[in-house]
């Protein structure tokens, strides 16, 4: 499945192809189309969710709470968006505002989906445990687990993103006359030759100097593709004929000319030239901005409550400020 041919349901395809989802936005194709699909199908899965939560009370408050719960991630998203997209600024990151929206839109589009998947389990504690206190922790443990799993999958394509080199100041890829610059030559140290069994022949590389003896399975220096120097085994058995000499030229057993640095293939797992060795400050400052948002919606859910509505109280689109969201579920469980 690619991004040419999307599934018919966006979170079918962020779940099973989600790789190809991180490159949608890397390239920024299509942003606009994708954005718009994640923010119906999570407000359509929110408003479900936010009537189940609305029963406990009546149908009017589940008719509200189908309302204000898509409004809660809606603006608790325009809230914080402007710091994560600015975070990426201040530290030299190279996201777009409509990269940024997309990849918060990918967390809460799985936030949602997940919520609304435990939709039924909490239709049928409603029907069964007709209690408010359990009612509102179960449910609140359920939107905690779900923004979890939606928060893993942000902080995972921010880490795709930043191995595409979009986090990473642009000062560590900077370039010289439009090329990358090569890595320095590395001067190879004298090998140390150990006693051992019979030296075994080592190709060179257009090198005449003098050789020296060194026994098959003896460390010797070695260069690898990204100007690191190693070491490296001397080889039991190699070609009578290496690069700068005549064909049918050999070369004596045991020996190696002083300098001699090998060359490993590449494997694959060497870094890539350009490639950030430490974690770019955007990706530590996510976290940071992960925090805030979380503490964001909660404040906004305690401001725009009621959600459940309490069966002792009168219906209300809105409850007065007093407390927090925090206070009031540690009352809840000590009333439990």
Not at 298 to 324: E, H, K, V, Y
């Amino acid at each position: 499945m690619s991004g040419d041919r999307p599934s018919p349901l966006v979170i079918e395809r962020i779940l099973r192809d989600r790789e190809s989802i991180w490159q949608q936005i890397v390239a920024e194709r299509d942003l606009n189309a994708l954005t718009g699909r994640m923010l119906t199908s999570s407000a359509v899965a929110l408003a479900c969710y936010g009537a189940v939560l609305g029963f406990f009370h009546s149908p009017l408050m589940a008719l509200t709470s189908a309302l204000k719960l898509p409004l809660l991630f809606l603006v608790t998203l325009v809230i914080c968006l402007p710091t994560l997209y600015l975070f990426n600024l201040v530290f030299g990151a190279r996201l777009s505002v409509r990269q940024s929206l997309a990849l918060v839109m990918v967390a809460i589009t799985v936030t949602s989906m997940l919520a609304v998947a435990f939709a039924p389990i909490s239709l049928f504690f409603l029907i069964t445990a007709n209690d408010y206190g359990f009612f509102k922790l179960l449910n609140v443990s359920i939107l905690t687990l779900s923004a979890l799993v939606g928060l893993r999958f942000l902080t995972s394509g921010m880490q795709v993103l930043n191995d595409h080199g979009l986090l990473a100041p642009e000062a560590a890829n900077a370039t010289v006359d439009g090329q990358a610059g090569a890595p320095a030559p590395v001067q190879a140290a004298p090998v140390a030759v150990p006693a051992g069994p019979t030296p075994a022949a080592v190709p060179v590389a257009g090198q005449s100097a003098e050789p020296v003896a060194v026994p098959a399975g003896a460390a010797v220096a070695e260069s690898t593709a990204n100007g690191a120097v190693t070491t490296a085994t001397a080889p039991a058995q190699v070609p009578t004929q290496w690069a700068g000499q005549p064909a049918g030229a050999s070369f004596p057993p045991g020996m190696l000319p002083p300098g001699y640095v090998a060359q490993r293939p590449w494997d694959g797992r060497t870094a890539r030239r350009g490639e950030p060795t430490q974690r770019p400050a955007s990706m530590t400052l996510l976290y940071i901005w992960i925090l805030l948002f979380g503490f964001v919606g909660t404040q906004l859910a305690w401001t725009l409550r009621p959600f459940f509505g309490d069966p002792g109280q009168d219906f209300s689109f809105f409850r007065s400020i007093d407390g927090n969201f925090y206070a009031e579920i540690l009352r809840t469980i000590g009333n439990l």
